[in-house]
Structure formats: C-alpha cells, structure tokens
C-alpha cells in the first residue's frame, strides 16, 4: 500500500509542477481545507500510530516528533496555505 501511494505521488508531482499557478495554489489550499475538515480521522489514526510505536520500544523524542495534536494539524494546514499564496507555489 505504501509503495502504491508513493508511486500515485510521484506521478502526481509531475502533473502539478507542469500545471498553472492557480491550479498549484487551488490544490493547495484544497490540501489546507481537507486537512482542517478531516483533523479528527489524523488524530484518531496519529494515536493508532502513537501507540504501536510505543509497544515497539521507539524513543520518546521519535515519538513526540510523531505525534499529532490539534496545533500540530493547524500549523500543516497553515504551511500549506503559505505555500499557496506564494508567487508560484512548488
């Protein structure tokens, strides 16, 4: 599953650098909106996350830059509006 989603985001990639500016700061702010409209499914998948790497024995600083909370998701969807209203975005 993995490997088949990195393999749709290569491709993906090469679709948006080609692409408008307004297509590139649209899809941006799509990514901002989608993320803010889903942040309850990123958190409750982040604790899944969480947890399973504690059972594995991870370390306490790799889990706290794993870890999600509200502000964390805000501050992702906030970046990726950044980029939007960059010039020229990607």
């Known amino acids: 599953m993995i490997a088949e989603m990195a393999i749709a985001a290569r491709a993906a990639v090469r679709v948006l650098a080609s692409a408008p500016t307004a297509t590139k700061a649209a899809a941006g702010r799509a990514a901002a909106t989608a993320i803010r409209?889903?942040?309850?499914?990123?958190?409750?998948?982040?604790?899944?996350?969480?947890?399973?790497?504690?059972a594995a024995g991870?370390?306490?600083a790799l889990i706290d830059r794993l870890a999600l909370d509200p502000a964390r998701i805000e501050a992702i969807a906030a970046g990726l509006d950044v980029v939007a209203g960059l010039p020229d975005p990607v």
């Open 58 to 60: 991870i370390s306490a």
């Open 37 to 54: 409209a889903r942040a309850g499914e990123l958190l409750a998948a982040n604790q899944a996350d969480v947890a399973a790497a504690r």
